[in-house]
């Protein structure tokens, strides 16, 4: 109003005098007073807004600047064997990991800590390349193991060096080394899709590993643990200022295997610089004593890390170091599988007294099935088509009782089964019966795919493990379940049912195959009271045309293999030795035999594994370390970069053995000739052989035994 | 007043002077805490400043109207100068200059212009025939008078003195009783060229404090940082604050600032809205009072001058608490009586010392005063 008379007034009459002025000083003057306190109301309005109703979130925000939570990796769970040994452990460390995201210059940064870590030019590279690979919020293990000196030296450098990380910890500490690696497996830090699928945020935190094949994998949830947490107060640059609380790490449970650890040490050593496995099962409760797969890596430097020399080395071996033969290698079981179609003939009805007659072959149709010994065995009854391993008792026999029959007792007896093992995964092989070929092929069964499946040839694949287990439900007439976790509820085997004395039958006919006049005399225990019980068999894995299978390109040769049990006729202990193209059988017991020492004689069983590891070379692990220095020194600049994903170690090698597994084999078309057995203490030709016969009529006699020594 | 108190105490405007005191107290206070719980650097040093420049502000009190009104050109012009000489000396030492240094204190001749200005302008419309008021003749001169410092100190640059002398000085030309429609006029202009003003005049750093602002968690870790931080400390004091030296984003460095610019919100953090209210009660005290001194002088020069001064302490706290309350973009202002540092307390001190001068003179000529 006062305005607007204003502006009216002086539009009529444009006198401005002191009058005016000051009244009009006093108006403005309340105008820019009042506006004046408006402002001041309206910043009263905010403080309180602020204060009182935003009050909470700003206060969490305050704590959140202030508080800084730092997780505590837990302490991994042990894997103790059977008797509370661990297997795998965690030894307390100096470590130092990199957040490539926080670090300004990571080439740089890594020149500097080279020198202080003693970081050579292949572990720079094998660095470079996962930071250039993983997500920059992982972190990148560069030293574990170090001692304080280096922890120290790498502390006091810290404010140059953004994003690096030394800290005390926890590293994962398997005592024996390659002797477990595929059982156990490795742990090692979560890859960006392990961390999509479990957004848990220890898994990036720094120095954390998970499981990352084997049992480590498979128990990971158990065996992690709960972090610990540290509430620390720091500044806004990040300085600590003082510890406000800290909450224990709780350890993982520990996860108790039915291995012996010292037996699967033993065995794994004794395996020597053959590429095989060893398989032993208590013969009470079913419980794995030892699954020994060599050669194989070394888990604590593969929890370190792959480097690429290694993954290298390994990944180019024949011998495949990176699969696990117990589970996933499969084999022609050859001789082994015929204990078991022995009970097949028993449990039909046939009398073991039975006897047929061995003139070095037989004669089916129009084709003669050779024997591995063409000189023919003579009388044969059961026992001793068991343990002089008689082709032709087998093919007789086997065409009169029918392979269905065979099939079904191969399946009792664990052949072409899956255990509900805690394993990754297992292949299972191949149990070939006239309605597996039709479907298969869409071809009828013939008689030498009878006579080929009687001495384990053609189709049939089986693994170590259920080789194990054939022998344990042969030898006990137990329907033994493999297991591999401890726990207090001891298993009771239902029966397998066997009628009459048929067990006692098998056993003494195995125990002669050791202990009498069979194939495998050089077995026998050097222990006067317990004798072992056993099967020899040789694998064919080329045609004769190609290879003898006793000698000359490693991958030609025969596989060798053996089952037993021990003592003979209150079995204690059962298992199988597989050896890859160790060129007959004769490769295979004395393994077995040395294994069984070692279990009823821990001390005999040293010694002889002592005088061959002085042949060798030193133990398992110092083969390895050797291996790899001489491997890095040959192979210098020139290797690529190891996986980034743990999984593609394994991939390809799983792959490979999975498209054998699946391969579609040539169809047979005749049968395979058994390859020879060696046979102790008998006369020469000592062997089993296996010759394919593309058509019936004279082959070339076997050439004599390559294991012609007498006990 | 009783005749217990002396004379010469009773006189004082203790209306005025009592919040002032106490609000200095509380500043030092929260300058202890911001040192972490120490009086040196802050706090001891901005109490001693404080009773430097109060002493300076009684001995301003002493000076008669028309020695006033004869200092008031020629001490704008030896500022004005000073300024320039700022100007060349940064253009030899290539870079921002704002100080002189003269052997024993450092001068600021941006602080010194807010109060200069409006002293001249006072004078200016004082002198100027009430006839003329209306027309070009009161406008021109004053316009100078405002936007010569205005460009010097802009190029200096600092934006936010330059609109501090701006201000201090628009609000003396508005209560001179010029024509509203050309501060309608300005309004419009200025709202039609600050987009311009905004794309060209503004350095980059400028623009980008304007945009945080607008959008302060588009970049909390960037330019939106002091922003957010000081909302953090504000709004976790709640009610009543952390308390004494508990405060964790100042001692934790968290806050940008916290003995300056964002002192009041290293206050909030600790004494929460209470002393919020607290600060802001003074302040409100402390304006009122220079109002009433305004309003109870008699003549033109005096008015103006009183006006003006209250107006420019006003733009110090207002600005500041928008700003660290994120009602504004940072500007660097300090918080009069609060903040530690020497230039804002010496012009604060020169505005309330030249208000308690009117106020004597008013007491002197008779008429009332006011307590």
């Known amino acids: 109003m006062a305005l607007l008379r204003r502006r009216r007034a002086s539009r009529a009459k444009p006198i401005t005098s002191p009058a005016t002025l000051s009244a009009s000083f006093e108006r403005r003057s309340f105008v820019v007073g009042a506006v004046q306190g408006g402002v001041g109301l309206l910043l009263a309005g905010r403080m309180t807004y602020l204060s009182v109703f935003e009050s909470e979130k700003y206060t969490l925000e305050s704590e959140s600047n202030r508080v800084n939570l730092s997780l505590i990796p837990p302490r991994r769970g042990w894997i103790l064997d059977r008797n509370g040994a661990p297997l795998a452990s965690n030894k307390a460390d100096f470590r130092v990991d990199i957040i490539p995201d926080r670090m300004r210059d990571p080439k740089a940064e890594l020149a500097t800590l080279a020198p202080l870590l003693g970081l050579d030019a292949d572990k720079l590279r094998d660095l470079h390349d996962k930071i250039d690979a993983n997500h920059g919020f992982q972190p990148i293990e560069v030293a574990s193991g170090l001692n304080y000196e280096q922890f120290a030296a790498v502390s006091v450098r810290l404010p140059d060096l953004p994003g690096v990380v030394p800290q005390r910890g926890f590293s994962r500490f398997y005592p024996t080394g390659p002797a477990v690696g595929h059982l156990i497996g490795f742990v090692g830090p979560a890859n960006a899709e392990e961390y999509q699928k479990d957004r848990n945020p220890i898994l990036i935190t720094p120095g954390y590993k998970i499981g990352k094949d084997g049992i480590e994998k498979q128990f990971e949830q158990r065996l992690r643990g709960v972090p610990g947490a540290r509430r620390v107060e720091v500044t806004a640059t990040g300085r600590m200022v003082r510890d406000l609380a800290t909450r224990e790490d709780v350890q993982g449970d520990p996860v108790q295997l039915t291995i012996d650890g010292p037996l699967q040490d033993y065995a794994a050593r004794r395996l020597g610089l053959e590429s095989g496995s060893v398989v032993v099962i208590d013969c009470q409760t079913g419980d794995l004593l030892c699954m020994a797969s060599m050669p194989s890596f070394d888990p604590n430097s593969f929890s370190d890390g792959i480097g690429r020399v290694e993954y290298s080395m390994l990944s180019q071996d024949e011998r495949v170091p990176l699969r696990n033969k117990v589970l996933k290698g499969l084999y022609p079981p050859g001789s082994t599988v015929k204990p078991m179609v022995a009970m097949s003939f028993l449990e039909a009805g046939l009398d073991p007294n039975a006897a047929t007659s061995c003139a070095g072959g037989l004669r089916v149709g129009n084709r003669v099935f050779h024997c591995w010994n063409r000189r023919g065995h003579g009388h044969v009854d059961m026992a001793k088509g068991i343990y002089q391993s008689c082709d032709v008792y087998f093919y007789h026999f086997a065409q009169q009782i029918g392979m269905d029959t065979i099939a079904a007792m191969a399946r009792r007896c664990g052949m072409g089964q899956e255990f509900p093992l805690p394993v990754l995964s297992q292949f299972y092989g191949t149990v070939p019966d006239p309605a597996w070929k039709l479907k298969k092929y869409g071809q009828e069964w013939q008689a030498y795919d009878t006579v080929n499946a009687t001495i384990g040839q053609g189709y049939m694949l089986a693994n170590p493990l259920q080789l194990a287990v054939m022998a344990g439900r042969l030898a006990t007439g137990k329907k033994l379940m493999p297991r591999l976790q401890l726990n207090p509820d001891e298993p009771n085997p239902a029966s397998m049912n066997f009628h009459g004395d048929h067990v006692q039958v098998i056993q003494n006919a195995m125990s002669d195959v050791v202990n009498g006049p069979g194939t495998a005399g050089r077995a026998r225990l050097p222990i006067d009271d317990v004798l072992m019980a056993g099967k020899t068999g040789t694998a064919q894995v080329v045609g004769l045309n190609i290879s003898s299978g006793k000698g000359g390109i490693w991958k030609y040769r025969d596989h060798g293999l053996f089952i037993f049990f021990a003592p003979f006729d209150n079995p204690r202990y059962a298992g199988a030795v597989v050896i890859e193209h160790g060129g007959g059988s004769g490769a295979a017991y004395p393994i077995a035999r040395d294994v069984m020492t070692f279990m009823f004689d821990p001390q005999k069983g040293l010694e002889a594994l002592y005088a061959l590891e002085k042949q060798w070379g030193g133990t398992a692990q110092e083969r390895l370390t050797a291996r790899y220095a001489a491997f890095a020194a040959a192979a210098g600049q020139n290797i690529g970069p190891a996986p980034r994903r743990e999984e593609d170690v394994f991939a390809r090698v799983d792959a490979e053995s999975r498209a054998a597994q699946t391969r579609p084999q040539p169809l047979e078309t005749g049968a395979v000739a058994p390859p020879p057995e060696p046979v102790a203490n008998t006369v020469p030709p000592n062997a089993d052989q296996a010759i394919p016969v593309p058509s019936p009529g004279p082959s070339p006699l076997p050439s004599p035994a390559p294991f012609p020594e007498p006990r | ?371």
């Open chain 2, 1 to 371: 007043m009783n005749s217990v108190v002396p004379a010469p105490v009773a006189r004082q405007p203790w209306a005025m002077l009592a919040p002032l005191i106490l609000l200095t107290l509380f500043g030092s206070a929260v300058l202890f805490s911001a040192a972490g719980g120490n009086l040196q650097p802050f706090a001891l040093s901005h109490l001693v400043r404080f009773a430097i420049f109060l002493t300076m502000a009684s001995v301003m009190t002493l000076f008669s109207r028309e020695f006033v009104r004869l200092f008031a050109y020629p001490a704008y012009a030896v500022i004005l100068l000073l300024l320039v000489g700022v100007e060349a000396l940064g253009f030899v030492g290539g870079g921002s200059q704002r100080w002189i240094n003269l052997g024993p204190i450092v001068l600021q001749p941006s602080e010194l212009m807010k109060p200069a200005v409006v002293l001249a302008l006072a004078r200016f419309y004082g002198d100027l025939p009430s006839g003329m008021v209306p027309t070009w003749r009161s406008l021109v001169p004053a316009g100078v008078m405002i936007g010569v410092p205005m460009l010097l100190v802009l190029a200096q640059p600092d934006l936010g003195t330059a609109l501090a002398i701006g201000f201090g000085g628009a609000i003396v030309m508005f209560l001179a009783g010029l024509p509203l429609k050309w501060f309608g006029g300005a309004a419009a202009a200025g709202a039609a060229l600050a987009p311009l003003a905004f794309f060209f005049g503004l350095k980059p750093y400028q623009q980008r404090r304007v945009f945080t602002f607008l959008d302060p968690e588009s970049d909390p870790l960037g330019d939106g940082y002091h922003i957010t931080q000081s909302k953090i400390a504000i709004g976790s004091g709640g009610i009543t604050g952390k308390g004494f030296n508990e405060g964790s984003q100042s001692h934790l460095n968290y806050l940008p600032e916290p003995h300056t610019d964002f002192v009041f919100a290293t206050m909030a953090e600790e004494w929460g809205l209470i002393g919020g209210l607290f600060v802001l009660l003074a302040f409100f005290l402390i304006l009122r009072w220079g109002w009433k001194v305004a309003l109870a002088s008699e003549d033109r020069f005096s008015r103006l001058l009183a006006g003006g001064m209250v107006a420019t302490v006003f733009f110090y706290v207002a600005i500041n608490l928008m700003m660290v309350m994120g009602l504004a973009p940072v500007v660097g202002i300090p918080l009069p009586f609060m903040s530690h540092g020497g230039s804002s307390m010496m012009t604060n001190m020169i505005c309330l010392g030249t208000l308690m001068m009117i106020h004597r003179w008013n007491v002197r000529s008779g008429r009332r005063g006011l307590s």
